[in-house]
Structures are given as structure tokens and as C-alpha cells.
């Protein structure tokens, strides 16, 4: 049934950031087809009661029906005010004592007829919409179908009111529990055949909601003539649409609890507009994938035991103007060729202001329009997969935006967020926090998780903002906040549901990791959730977290001119103190390269030749340190700039036909070395979390601005990383050595020429002498380069 707007019916703006769809609406409105032209109708069937005189449709007229066909009062106003919770009760076909009733609301239209295989009977018009009939039948035809006449045109569709639930009994009692896994199959619009007809299922929690509709492309954005039915207790709406199918726009017309209307976007939506419009967009998905090949041995290695070496990357900026299908064409040819073994995504999930990067989500379960559709975004996996590079994913659990076409007070009422305000609002960000404790509303974050796992492959979710969700008093002043059931500032709301979260993923997702960007001490955020800590409660569950102690320290400590460095030495020692309390990713991330921080060779002191030197040095000691590495697009040619959303990084700087030096090509070259070398050296990864798997030989030196260590492979073969943070040439640097190791060979030194250094190298192979040094039986001279770190390895 598909109603004509009225005039003065034109969507209003939800959004400030969205215009008024008028383009939505039919350039002219159906027109009444002349009655010359008009289908001949067979006549009323004999015994069709009809004591009510006629309406013309849309007059609103009132009319009390006297014949036992009609909708009765209170069942027409509730329908008419869109609060009714069980309009198939009432539409539709009837079986009543003296045959079958036909009731459709089709607002503004002149007419409807049902047609049978046997007979065409044209309904009354009761008013308002409304049509009627009482048809001499013993039982309800099977098919029947409904002409609905406007001005203009005749429209023939199935009756949405013939139609059973199209969603199982199984299916409200996971919801309603808080265990549907694949909450995704079960809520918002799935393309369908249903009872032998093509359509769309839609479906909606809200269980504040006086009623819903559905309201589309497909009837003009007037959801009136399509109201949904409750189904019982779960708080899920539900109507099956015949005739609409993948493409069409449609949000939800709730009535609340005041009186009031909203209409919003679909939670669960799979695909939405492209912003500023924020219509939900019916999807079905037709990639074809070809990772089986990556998917099948992803996991035969856990990713603490594994080379892990992450590119992140802002999609929208990467290269500016391409869509999810031309990323595919350069995206892993770049990050394979620099020897990356993952990229890391900001956030993919639909968001409405792009400035926010993608961490203030309104779509969840949708990946941003702006680059494509979600087969364009899984075209772009698959080939991230073919070339041999995972894909990690932002993933923001931790609040969503204000905006009032999407989740907030959903239906009226605090729904996904916390109805206690202290509780929902988060001080930092103006956004809400969501109600962990609600079954409801954790299944919608874990399902989502396992969403983006199983639907579009990733690899990985790096979830965004961890601490501020397991703290209470996080940004909050005293009288802010108020304390859990045992006194403490810890949300246990919180805390269950990423240890839920972390447990469903690796159950149904073997080879998948979650990353947690945590910035405090809470113990045991990559332990097991079924291991009890010195806190009392079980680990969270992720596979690895930020190092963001490492971040901070290390950076503060390059910053410094050489001169100075010898007073900060310990800011580069110290994570070695707590480098085996979790399983950490040490991340030079977005974070620190905007927003006045500079660029990450910006950071460095001296003029420009001791800044990249100082960088190359540095990016050699963060892959050489226990744990793994991310770098944020850009810093792997040394950018200069800050990076801004609006133009991404400068890549003119390593086009030699923009007149562009080799300085940026040779930190390039560098990142590309580290990485191969990194994947070939087990020292360097196989026992990250192990601390068998590391040994100072000089952890002290701070005189020299020296840091000299060892990493070991599960074989005990080692590797020697030295790093000199001083300008000057130290020639016969002695640095003591396992003396089971007859001679070293330099496999990477920063200050190669071809990295735009003063290639100050070492002799190879490298002897070592019977010289106790650093409580060593024996000890080799290095000349160490300036501002240079050196890799060598048994020879």
C-alpha cells in the first residue's frame, strides 16, 4: 500500500546536518486515472455489506462504521495516531461470523479492490484512509492482493497485513535474554521472500514506544499506512513489507511516551546515505570473497607470538577522493610493498560529522557511505587479505552523539544510554555513555563486534576508549559520579561486558585480536577473563593494549636536545619495568601527530638533518623493543606537517617530479627495512611477552645517550640492538656479548646512506674478544653512529 504525501507532509529536518528530503518525494503526485480509463471494476460481491455512505478518501470526515467489516473507534484513532501495537489484528483479511473482512489503510487514496483468483470487490471507504468489506467467503483467500487506486494511478501490491511474523520465536527469545550473537539477522531491514513473496522484513527495538511505522522512499515518508506490530515483551517491532526491496531509504516513525513523534534512523542499519543525510538505507550483501586462503591461516599463530607491524590509517584522507574500490587498487600494494603485516582502520562506522574522525558513531553496523557501499568496503578487505595484510578496525563502544534522528532516547526514554545522567553523560566528549548493564544494549555492542568479525572479515578491533568506560569517576569531579554496590570507582557494568565482548570474539572468531587503547594501570586488561588478578576481578580478555606509558616517555625523551637526554635516560628504560605485565603494542598514533602536537619529526630537536636522524634512530628502537609497533600514516616518509583530515599526508615529498629531495624516500626505505627484517628475525617478536625473550647489556649509559639490549628467539638465537642518541661518532664503543657467539653482523644501521645518513657502518663481520665487559665474558667494539641505532645478528 503506498499512500500520497499530503502537501504540507514533507519530512522534517533531524539533523542540522541534514537538508529536508523533498527530493524524495514523486515529482507529481499520482494522479486518479479518468473513468474512461479507469480498471472495470467487477461490481461488489453478492452479500457485501455496505450501510456506511461513502467518504471521499482523505477528507477526514468522521464515519462509524455500522457494518461489521469497518475498524471501530478506538482501533481507527490509534491506528490514525500510529500507537496501536497490533495493527495486524486488525488489517487485513478476517474471518468473521458471517464470511471474511477486508480492512486496509491506504491514506489518500480513492480506492482500493481485492482481487482473488475469483472475484474483484471493491472496498468501502470508510474515511481517513480506511477501506473496508465483508466478503460471503468460508476462509480467507490464499493469495489475495489489493489494487489501490490514487490520482493518476493504479497500484496492484500484496496486503503487509496478510503476512505472519517474519521473525522466529527463537530468535525475541535470545533478544530478550541479551544472547542473540547474531543480533544483525534478527533486528533492522532484511531483504526476504516471506510466505512465497519478495519484501523486507523490518524490525526495531524499542520498548518504550507507544507504537511504530515505518516510513520510506517506498510511501512517500508517511509512515501511516504502515504501522509495525509489538511482539509481545521483547520490545521488538516488526512488519513485513512486500514489494520493497535493496535500495530503498526508510527510517522509523516511534510515537514516545509523551505524545510525541520521532523519527529516526535505524539502529542496526547495514548500510546508510551518505552524510549529511541520514536516512537507513535496506541492504543485502552479493560480495563474493576470495581471502579463503588468508581466513584459514590467520590463526595459526597467536598475534603475541607473531610478526605484528601496523600502518593506521584514516581512510577519507589517505589519498583524498577515493572510494572504498579505488583504495583497493593502491592501498595494499603500498603497505605490502613497505612490508606492513596489518593496517590499522580508524573508524569505518557510519558517523554524521567527519571532523570527529569516525569516533562519535551513529551507525554502528554500517560502514561510512562517504567512500562507498559495504560491498566496496569488503572489496576493499578482501584485497588487503589477497595481498597478505590484515585489517584491524576502531571500534568505539564507549558512547555515541547526541544527534536526535539516532540513538539517543531512541524511543523516547534513556534507552541506550544510562537513565541516570551522571551515569550517561560523558564529561570529555558531549557525548552519552552506553547503559552496559542493560542485556539489551551490551548484546547490541557484542553482536556489532562479532559483526564486523564474521561479515566483513577484519582481523582485529582496537577498542577505542577503554578507560573511559571502566572508570565511574573518569573526568568526573567528586559529587559527579557515583560509587559502585562495593564503594569503589570501578564500572562493573563496564568491565562485564568487555570481558563478554573479548570472550564471544575469540570463541567465534579463531586468528581475530582485540586491542585495547587503555591509559591506566587497571590490572590485567590482556589477561584471561576467567584469571582472577590482585583487584579481584577477571582479566578483560583482550589479546593486546596500548602501550601509552612508552608513547609518552619515549616521545618526552627525543624531544630533548642530546645535551639534555643524559637527565631523562630512565624515560627510556622504565617500560622495561612493566613490559611483561601486559601483551603491549607500542603506538605512535594519530593522537600525537595533530592538534599542536607536530609531526613525529617535528618532534625531534637540531636543524633538519639531525631530525630525521634522530627519527630514523628512534623508529629502529621502538621495532626493537618488546612489544609491537604501530605508525600513523605519514610518519614513514617523515612528514613535516601535523596531519589534518582535510588533505591527509603530503605525498608530494617523495615525488622527485615535484622537485622533492631523497631525505623523505630514505626514511621510507628505512620503515620498508625495519619490517623486512623484523619478519625474518623471530628474536624480534616470538617472545614479546616473555621476558626470557630480552637483556640489557647497558641500560645506564646515560652519559653516552647508549641503550644496548638483546632479544632472543623461542631458539634462544640472539639479536643485538644498539641505539646512540648523541650527535657525536663513538668509535670503539665496547658492549659486552654472549660469548657463545663467535662473530655479529650488521643487518641494519640507520645512518646508511641510503636512508639519507652518513653511512657510519660497521666492519663485518664483527669479532668478539675475551674482554669481560657489562658482567660479560666477552665484548665487541662498535663504532656507533650519531643519532643512529644499529642491528646485528650472529654472523
Not at 3 to 30: F, I, L, Y
Not at 513 to 521: D, L, P
Not at 684 to 689: F, V
Amino acid at each position: 500500500m503506498t499512500p500520497r504525501p499530503r502537501p504540507d507532509d514533507t519530512p522534517k529536518k533531524t539533523s542540522a546536518n541534514e537538508p529536508a528530503p523533498e527530493d524524495r518525494r514523486p515529482a507529481e503526485r499520482p494522479r486518479a486515472p479518468e473513468p474512461a480509463d479507469a480498471p472495470a471494476p467487477a461490481g461488489r460481491a453478492a452479500g457485501v455489506q455496505d450501510s456506511a455512505v461513502p467518504v471521499p478518501a482523505g477528507s477526514g470526515a468522521p464515519v462509524a462504521p455500522t457494518h461489521p467489516a469497518g475498524v471501530g473507534p478506538e482501533d481507527r484513532r490509534r491506528l490514525l495516531d500510529g500507537t496501536h501495537h497490533d495493527p495486524h489484528g486488525v488489517l487485513g483479511a478476517h474471518p468473521v461470523p458471517d464470511g471474511v473482512a477486508f480492512r486496509a489503510l491506504c491514506p489518500y487514496a480513492l480506492g482500493v479492490t481485492v482481487v482473488t483468483d475469483d472475484l474483484r470487490t471493491e472496498l468501502r471507504d470508510d474515511g481517513d484512509g480506511f477501506f473496508s468489506g465483508l466478503l460471503p467467503l468460508r476462509a480467507v483467500p490464499d493469495p489475495y492482493r489489493l489494487l489501490v487506486a490514487y490520482e493518476g494511478t493504479v497500484l496492484e501490491t500484496e496486503d503487509a497485513y496478510r503476512f505472519l511474523p517474519a521473525l522466529g520465536e527463537l530468535d525475541l527469545h535470545l533478544i530478550g535474554e541479551g544472547r542473540h550473537e547474531e543480533l544483525w539477522r534478527a533486528l533492522g531491514a532484511e531483504p526476504m521472500e516471506h510466505q512465497g513473496v519478495a519484501g523486507t522484513r523490518f524490525t526495531v527495538w524499542a520498548p518504550n514506544a507507544r507504537g511504530v511505522r515505518v516510513a520510506g522512499g517506498f510511501n512517500f515518508w508517511d509512515g501511516t499506512g504502515h504501522p509495525m506490530r509489538s511482539l509481545g515483551s521483547s520490545g521488538v517491532w516488526e512488519l513485513f513489507v512486500p514489494g520493497v526491496g535493496e535500495g530503498e531509504l526508510y527510517k522509523f516513525d516511534i510515537a514516545r511516551p509523551d505524545g510525541s513523534r520521532t523519527l529516526r534512523a535505524d539502529p542496526m542499519a547495514r548500510r546508510t546515505e551518505a552524510p549529511p543525510a541520514t536516512s537507513s538505507v535496506v541492504h543485502a550483501s552479493h560480495h563474493e570473497w576470495g581471502d579463503a586462503e588468508w581466513m584459514a591461516g590467520r590463526a595459526e599463530r597467536p598475534s603475541h607470538e607473531a610478526p605484528f607491524s601496523v600502518y593506521e590509517i584514516h581512510l577519507p584522507s589517505w589519498r583524498p577522493g577515493l572510494t572504498y574500490r579505488q583504495l583497493a587498487d593502491q592501498l595494499p600494494a603500498y603497505v605490502s610493498d613497505l612490508g606492513f603485516t596489518h593496517v590499522e582502520l580508524m573508524p569505518v562506522a557510519e558517523h554524521p560529522f567527519g571532523g570527529s574522525w569516525g569516533y562519535q558513531v551513529t551507525g554502528f553496523y554500517a560502514p561510512t557511505a562517504r567512500l562507498g557501499t559495504p560491498d566496496d568496503f569488503k572489496h576493499l578487505v578482501d584485497a588487503l587479505h589477497r595481498a597478505g595484510v590484515g585489517v584491524l578496525m576502531d571500534w568505539v563502544p564507549a558512547h555515541f552523539p547526541r544527534d536526535e534522528w539516532a540513538l539517543a532516547e531512541f524511543d523516547g526514554r534513556p534507552l541506550y544510554e544510562h537513565a541516570d545522567p551522571r551515569r550517561a553523560d560523558h564529561p570529555d566528549w558531549g557525548t552519552l555513555e552506553f547503559d552496559y548493564g542493560r542485556r539489551e544494549v551490551r548484546n547490541f555492542l557484542v553482536a556489532n563486534a562479532t559483526y564486523w568479525c564474521e561479515e566483513f572479515h577484519i582481523d582485529g578491533l582496537r577498542v577505542d576508549a577503554v578507560a573511559s568506560m571502566l572508570y565511574l569517576d573518569y573526568s568526573r569531579e567528586p559529587g559527579q559520579w557515583v560509587p559502585n554496590e562495593h564503594g569503589g570507582r570501578e564500572n562493573l557494568d563496564a568491565v562485564a561486558f568487555l570481558q563478554e565482548m573479548n570472550a564471544t570474539v575469540y570463541r567465534r572468531n579463531p586468528g581475530v585480536v582485540t586491542v585495547a587503547e587503555e591509559s591506566t594501570a587497571w590490572d590485567g586488561v590482556t589477561r584471561a577473563t576467567h584469571h582472577t588478578g590482585p583487584g579481584g576481578f577477571g582479566g578483560l580478555g583482550f589479546g593486546l593494549k596500548w602501550n601509552m606509558g612508552w608513547m609518552h616517555d619515549s616521545l618526552d625523551y627525543v624531544s630533548h636536545d642530546p645535551v639534555h637526554r643524559r637527565y631523562h635516560h630512565d624515560e627510556m628504560t622504565f617500560s622495561m619495568v612493566y613490559a611483561y605485565s601486559e601483551n603491549y603494542v607500542l603506538p605512535i598514533s594519530h593522537d600525537e601527530v595533530v592538534h599542536g602536537k607536530r609531526s613525529l619529526v617535528s618532534k625531534m630537536p637540531g636543524d633538519w638533518w639531525q631530525q630525521r636522524a634522530d627519527l630514523r634512530a628512534y623508529l629502529a628502537f621502538m621495532w626493537a623493543h618488546p612489544g609491537k609497533q604501530l605508525l600513523f600514516m605519514g610518519q614513514e616518509f617523515a612528514q613535516g606537517a601535523e596531519w589534518s583530515e582535510a588533505h591527509g599526508p603530503d605525498w608530494w615529498l617523495l615525488d622527485p617530479a615535484y622537485g622533492a629531495e631523497p631525505d623523505h624516500r630514505g626514511v621510507r626505505d628505512l620503515v620498508r627495512d625495519l619490517n623486512g627484517v623484523y619478519r625474518h628475525e623471530p628474536a624480534l617478536w616470538e617472545r614479546d611477552t616473555d621476558p626470557s625473550g630480552f637483556a640489557w647489556i647497558t641500560g645506564d649509559s646515560a652519559d653516552d645517550n647508549v641503550f644496548a639490549f638483546l632479544r632472543h628467539a623461542a631458539d634462544g638465537t640472539p639479536l643485538l640492538a644498539v641505539s646512540h642518541f648523541s650527535p657525536a661518532v663513538r668509535h670503539g664503543y665496547r658492549l659486552g656479548v654472549p660469548e657463545d657467539v663467535p662473530a655479529w653482523h650488521e643487518i641494519l644501521n640507520t645512518d646508511a646512506a641510503r636512508y639519507g645518513g652518513g653511512d657510519v657502518t660497521n666492519p663485518d663481520p664483527v669479532k668478539p674478544e675475551p674482554t669481560a665487559w657489562h658482567g660479560r665474558a666477552a665484548s665487541i667494539q662498535l663504532t656507533l653512529p650519531p643519532l643512529a641505532t644499529v642491528w646485528l645478528r650472529p654472523a
